[in-house]
């Protein structure tokens, strides 16, 4: 099962999965994307039953994975995946935007973790995988809704993971912690800032997070380190918070936006799904990165300690040029 199936990591994680020949449970809103997703799991080899569903709604996410398991067999895999955002400062962000960006990528991963577990605990047997962010460790300005609920996302998934070793039962639950990622939520997210939003590079492309969400499902790893910045950001951050505040407060405003100016009323996805499909990819792909071999950092945690120390020394210097 995957939630957030339509667009972004969410269908390049379907498209790895379907190479391997799965039985796929396709869950998002229902748009376009959703359902050429489906037939693009059938032409590579699998199969899926796409199911339109908006995950802040626990019936809704219920009910599609009673439907998933009738027709397709038992989910052994929940990929939770599916998040929306707005970019503007904390001030700017209306309640109902706040608590519609927090439901979808917070709650919605409450609401699939909890309908994979009806199903997991009596089986004692399963595998759910939360797509996390470097963003759950270090948050940066502009995006405190989607900061906040990747934060949120980390502290339910280990208060879960004791409860789960308490009672001794056999499911595995991993953390797959992104980096900036190329792809359409940066087109279609709401945004009240003058410029168009972009991911802070580096910048990768989908199927690099696609490669290590489909590995993290064959092994048992509890958190999964995708790229050298996140490694790298999250290590160095534990080091020095104080000074990470400082040089995102001056520079973090820049570094998510491009030179292209926007329209405050371009439309978004945060309420609505916007019609067409907008496949995994946005668009920064001359930008962004494709080799998985990025996540060598993430399997040599030895080295993290010497490549945080050489990011916080690049960090004290570019913030003392900026500064001066």
């Not at 339509?6 to 229902?30: K, P």
């Not at 460790?137 to 900061?147: A, G, M, T, V």
């Not at 918070?241 to 100016?261: C, I, K, V």
Request: aromatic letters at 8%.
């Amino acid at each position: 099962m995957v939630t957030g199936a339509s667009a972004g990591v969410g269908r390049a994680t379907v498209r790895a999965f379907a190479r391997e020949g799965a039985y796929i449970g396709l869950l998002a809103r229902d748009t376009e994307g959703l359902h050429v997703a489906a037939r693009e799991v059938s032409e590579l080899g699998g199969k899926s039953l796409a199911v339109p569903t908006d995950v802040a709604e626990a019936d809704q996410v219920e009910a599609a994975a009673a439907r998933i398991e009738s027709e397709l067999g038992p989910i052994q895999i929940w990929v939770n995946n599916a998040m929306t955002t707005i970019f503007a400062r904390v001030s700017d962000i209306t309640p109902a935007e706040f608590k519609r960006a927090t439901e979808v990528t917070y709650l919605g991963t409450v609401y699939g973790t909890m309908a994979a577990l009806r199903r997991m605990v009596p089986r004692n047997a399963g595998h759910i995988i939360q797509v996390g962010s470097a963003l759950a460790y270090r948050s940066i300005p502009l995006q405190s809704p989607y900061c906040g609920a990747k934060h949120a996302i980390a502290g339910f998934t280990d208060s879960l993971r004791t409860e789960l070793i308490h009672d001794r039962k056999n499911i595995h639950l991993t953390i797959v912690q992104l980096p900036a990622m190329n792809t359409p939520q940066f087109t279609w997210c709401r945004s009240r800032m003058p410029r168009h939003p972009q991911p802070v590079p580096p910048i990768f492309q989908p199927e690099v997070g696609a490669e290590r969400i489909v590995w993290a499902s064959h092994h048992k790893r509890r958190e999964v380190f995708v790229g050298a910045p996140t490694v790298i950001a999250i290590d160095a951050n534990k080091i020095a918070p104080s000074l990470a505040d400082y040089y995102l407060g001056r520079t973090g405003f820049d570094s998510q936006q491009t030179r292209e100016r926007v329209s405050p009323d371009r439309p978004d996805n945060l309420f609505d799904p916007l019609p067409g499909d907008f496949g995994a990819h946005g668009v920064f792909g001359e930008a962004a990165h494709d080799e998985a071999a990025t996540t060598w950092l993430s399997d040599h945690k030895g080295a993290t300690a010497l490549a945080g120390a050489a990011f916080l020394g690049a960090l004290a210097l570019a913030f003392r040029r900026h500064s001066s």
